[in-house]
């Protein structure tokens, strides 16, 4: 049984009287502006990737990916070429150059993780997996090329204590039309032969689990025992080469067994449709359904079909229901309109959700710009004013639920859950060295956590700082594409997706106003396909240039 785990926030960190985030025009000069040997490789969507899981994860892919132990950011061109930028003197060095990289022939975009200072492992997102092992500042080793699934890179981690390499990969999978998240874990035995210092990879082991729906970012401890996992949803072990996956039964599960659901459930911004198969005994009785506002029952004859509390409200004066032959169809009304539900039942894994079609085609239109690099005239433009609290109400945007999860690898379980309703959704994570950093939506702030790591059980997630009314202003940002936080906590950006950077400098305690400075990067038709905070410079990068901003001193 998984522990749950509250956020206790520091009461001391928040500040209540603060008022606005006002436009500076203070100017933040950019120190680096580095012209590229070739252009960014950046993939979009092909037709066979429609749904809204795969959607997000073009719409939203970094091209820039920061090295957590030091202050290098990486990128991949479309020549197949590796390069390592250093933002500490501004110097772009091409590491090692991938044959096996080609726009053409890639399902997803490539990507890059960092095991550790001097290990660096390369998605081609084409089933091509390089470990690169940094020998000194101008010498790199191919560890291994492994041929796995075509997928991304979520993180990679070298266990030092076991001489092992763990890498977390992802793919959007489909099963009878439904897509759902794919994680793969892979583990090597890492060896050092120290006559030679020739360095070996060997996979050793295979797990495989599966989330139902989206999955927000991933990170391995540094014992690899544990990882943290932020999704939609509960993620489930369904593979292990090495110690078999088992059911409550201690049966071991057979991926090849059919789940039939007991019902099925569809929504939109206003209702919500639930579809249940009568038994063939009961077709000429009629069905009972009552609902309140936070549940639903319905009952044929002596027989309960569905019973149990609603993850959100109803107005339940507003149920209708009709049966044909031996179909149940029951339409509930939402209490708050736009309020996209994570789940029907609390608690009840036994239903299907079928994404409404016209929904999701909407909200995928909406994200397409975001991986597109076609100029979107049609964006409402962005306010050049700072946040005033006098708008609270008209930029609050309601969010979807999350779970942050610690899980186990090797008893494949759940041990830590945070439950995070649509009030307290993940503003942006970050990987460090030894722990992850997450900005959460506290009511209308911006709360900084670090998770810590531990070998027992316990689970200690810390409140550390706190962006004010910036879960507001967050929620404004139609048109963001990325958020990142400066590693001291001093500045918060939000990076739209063609020239426009929001930063919010964190203000001093008890202060009424903080500073927010708008950067115009390149020109109206620059798409940002990258972002990445070093020290105390924010790197940004287009398909064609990489600038260096110096945002503080």
């Given at each position: ?474 929620a404004s940002k139609t048109n963001k594409k990325f958020c990142i936080s400066s590693p001291d906590g001093s500045f918060i950006a939000i990076i739209e997706h063609t020239r426009n950077v929001f930063l919010y400098e964190r203000p001093e305690r008890g202060a009424k106003i903080a500073k927010q400075i708008i950067v115009e990067i390149g020109n109206d038709e620059s798409s940002i396909i990258g972002a990445a905070f070093v020290d105390k410079c924010l790197i940004i990068l287009t398909k064609n240039t990489l600038y260096q901003l110096q945002v503080y001193s």
């Amino acid at each position: 049984m998984a522990i749950t785990v509250d956020l206790c926030v520091d009461k001391k960190l928040l500040n209540h009287d603060f008022e606005k985030y006002q436009f500076c025009s203070e100017k933040v000069p950019i120190k680096y502006e580095k012209k590229l040997e070739a252009e960014i490789l950046q993939l979009e969507p092909n037709a066979n990737q429609a749904s809204l899981l795969e959607a997000r994860l073009f719409a939203f892919h970094n091209n820039l990916f920061k090295n957590p132990f030091d202050s290098t950011c990486w990128f991949i061109d479309n020549n197949g070429s590796i390069w390592r930028y250093d933002a500490s003197d501004g110097s772009l060095d091409k590491i090692y150059t991938s044959k096996k990289i080609h726009s053409n022939a890639l399902v997803y975009n490539s990507s890059i993780s960092f095991a550790s200072k001097n290990i660096a492992v390369i998605n081609d997102g084409n089933g091509a997996l390089t470990f690169l092992k940094l020998e000194n500042d101008k010498s790199v080793n191919i560890l291994l090329i492994d041929e796995i699934d075509e997928t991304v890179i979520l993180d990679a981690r070298l266990i030092e204590l076991t001489s092992k390499i763990i890498v977390a990969l992802y793919k959007v999978e489909k099963n009878q039309g439904k897509t759902f998240s794919r994680l793969i874990f892979l583990f090597y035995n890492y060896k050092t032969n120290f006559e030679d210092k020739s360095i070996t990879l060997k996979l050793v082991q295979k797990q495989t689990a599966k989330v139902s729906k989206v999955v927000e970012n991933l990170y391995i401890e540094k014992t690899g025992t544990f990882f943290y996992i932020t999704s939609q949803n509960e993620i489930k072990f369904d593979f292990d080469s090495v110690n078999p996956i088992k059911n409550n039964d201690n049966t071991t599960i057979d991926n090849r067994e059919i789940k039939i659901p007991r019902y099925c459930w569809s929504q939109d911004k206003d209702s919500i449709t639930v579809y249940i198969k009568i038994p063939k005994k009961y077709d000429n009785v009629k069905a009972k359904v009552e609902t309140t506002h936070t549940s639903i029952s319905i009952l044929v004859g002596d027989l309960t079909l569905l019973d149990g509390q609603t993850t959100h409200r109803l107005e339940s004066d507003l149920t209708i229901w009709k049966q044909n032959d031996d179909t149940l169809e029951v339409e509930l009304s939402k209490y708050e309109s736009g309020l996209m539900w994570n789940e029907l039942i609390v608690g009840n894994d036994e239903g299907e959700y079928l994404p409404n079609q016209e929904l999701a085609a909407e909200i995928h239109a909406r994200l397409s710009h975001l991986c597109s690099d076609q100029l979107v005239t049609n964006i409402q433009g962005q306010p050049t004013i700072g946040f005033n609290s006098e708008q609270l109400e008209d930029c609050d945007v309601s969010g979807v639920q999350n779970l942050l999860q610690r899980c186990n690898f090797n008893t494949h379980s759940i041990t830590h859950i945070i439950m995070l309703d649509v009030g307290n959704h993940i503003i942006y994570s970050e990987k460090q060295v030894s722990t992850q950093a997450v900005c959460i939506r506290y009511n209308h702030d911006g709360c900084l956590w670090i998770i810590e790591e531990s070998k027992d059980g316990d689970w200690d997630v810390k409140h550390v700082n706190t962006f004010p009314a910036f879960g507001y202003v967050e929620a404004s940002k139609t048109n963001k594409k990325f958020c990142i936080s400066s590693p001291d906590g001093s500045f918060i950006a939000i990076i739209e997706h063609t020239r426009n950077v929001f930063l919010y400098e964190r203000p001093e305690r008890g202060a009424k106003i903080a500073k927010q400075i708008i950067v115009e990067i390149g020109n109206d038709e620059s798409s940002i396909i990258g972002a990445a905070f070093v020290d105390k410079c924010l790197i940004i990068l287009t398909k064609n240039t990489l600038y260096q901003l110096q945002v503080y001193s």
